[in-house]
């Protein structure tokens, strides 16, 4: 573990802001730009192929979707349906994978800016500034189409989503605002079902339990709330046995629910603390695994001092990934809270947002022989892969053959030594 160097899977023309990954066609999907102001910089969905060649990984651009003037801050997939967190609106674009008519083009297909199937190719050798190089690749094209758009923010000054969720079974669609509002709406009809105030201040994360029946966020108010629809079922405290953690010293900055591998009906919370104040000696911050049925907390530990700045869990919920406002990332086994994985300012600014390789079949060929993978994306318009070998271990029938021998070679032994033993 420490300093490494992680080649870039991918290097956009603007800053990326969230990654999601579609298991059902593999797909790379990351976003974001620069915003409504008029500095050329684009605002725009990628999609990315993952590929895996030789051992090295590599990520082509599929496809383009501009934006216009809102970047995409956050982003939820529900199925082949992005909720895009932009500005103050949850915007719910349909994507659809198309193999292209002989003799036609795509670039026009949508008629949204930068669409087509031109392809621009990333990989080891792509870690310098600037655009990369393109290559005409029209094997496949993406159309988009326009859902819905819902108004998640409703600040009287630059009003913000700051999350967006699904719920597991796709009938909920929840977004946390910049004015402490949590909202839901049915899904697909888009009929609102919540509206309340949940934090004094913005709300900063949140998620929902896979039964339905718990939504859990977290403001900057220091509040961890979990509810049973409107009505606050409780707030968590995660430093109740540490007495050295005074009130308001720290805040919650990220929560994720998570399935327990091998536990069928277990369920487990992840919440991660930072200092609220940055001080000369910077004060550690913390990762507190909770149950995630009565939210008893179950073990706390410290994780670096470096800012976490996101929080990602995989599919099986045996991995935990961080990202730090330093640039830093951390992959963490579930179950102990250990660092597993860990390379010192990979990025070269803030890290916002995680994105675990699914255990899907699209996307076995491509993590290859590893545990773990998980991309990571950052303000400086990277993205990376991360990933953990696996770990190699002796096959249990030659632990009970080599047993087997010794055991002969021990008997052999004494009968040598004390002729007459057996």
Not at 184 to 198: Q, V
Not at 260 to 286: M, N, S
Not at 345 to 372: C, Q, R, W, Y
Request: charge should be positive; glycine fraction near 10%; charged fraction near 20%.
């Amino acid at each position: 573990m420490g300093r490494r160097k992680v080649p870039d899977l991918y290097r956009a023309p603007f800053p990326l802001y969230t990654v999601k990954i579609d298991p059902k066609t593999g797909l790379i999907l990351t976003a974001g730009g620069g915003g409504a102001s008029k500095t050329g910089i684009k605002n725009a969905v990628h999609f990315l192929s993952l590929e895996l060649v030789s051992s090295q990984h590599s990520a082509t651009l599929v496809h383009s979707y501009d934006t216009g003037m809102c970047a995409t801050m956050n982003m939820a997939l529900g199925g082949d349906v992005i909720a895009a967190g932009q500005d103050g609106n949850c915007r719910l674009m349909r994507f659809k994978q198309h193999a292209p008519k002989e003799g036609r083009s795509g670039s026009k297909k949508d008629g949204a800016g930068e669409q087509g199937s031109t392809r621009k190719r990333g990989g080891k050798g792509q870690n310098g500034g600037g655009d990369v190089a393109q290559m005409k690749d029209e094997s496949l094209q993406i159309l988009m189409e326009d859902v819905g758009v819902v108004q998640s923010d409703l600040s009287p000054q630059d009003p913000v989503q700051k999350s967006v969720r699904f719920s597991s079974d796709l009938k909920l669609l929840l977004t946390g605002g910049a004015d402490g509002y949590l909202r839901a709406w049915e899904y697909p009809s888009l009929k609102e079902k919540l509206n309340f105030k949940a934090h004094k201040d913005e709300i900063e994360d949140l998620d929902i339990s896979p039964d339905n029946k718990h939504i859990v966020t977290i403001g900057r108010d220091f509040a961890c709330s979990v509810w049973s629809g409107d009505q606050l079922a409780l707030g968590l405290c995660w430093h109740n046995n540490m007495p050295h953690i005074k009130e308001k010293m720290y805040r919650y900055q990220s929560c994720r629910f998570a399935k327990v591998e091998d536990q069928k009906e277990a369920l487990r919370l992840y919440t991660v603390q930072i200092p609220y104040k940055r001080e000369r000696k910077p004060l550690p911050c913390y990762l507190t695994k909770w149950d995630g049925k009565s939210f008893l907390p179950l073990l706390t530990k410290t994780c670096g001092d470096e800012v976490i700045s996101c929080l990602g869990v995989s599919d099986s919920g045996t991995f935990l990934g961080l990202g730090t406002i330093t640039g830093s990332v951390a992959i963490y086994i579930a179950f102990s809270l250990q660092k597993l994985y860990y390379v010192k300012e990979s990025h070269g600014i803030v890290v916002t947002d995680l994105a675990f390789l699914p255990n899907a079949p699209k996307m076995k060929p491509v993590k290859g022989d590893n545990e773990v993978a998980m991309l990571s994306v950052a303000v400086d318009s990277r993205c990376q892969l991360h990933a953990v070998p696996n770990r190699r271990s002796v096959p249990v029938w030659l632990v009970l053959f080599l047993c087997g021998l010794l055991l002969v070679g021990v008997v052999l032994l004494l009968q040598h030594l004390f002729p007459g033993f057996i």
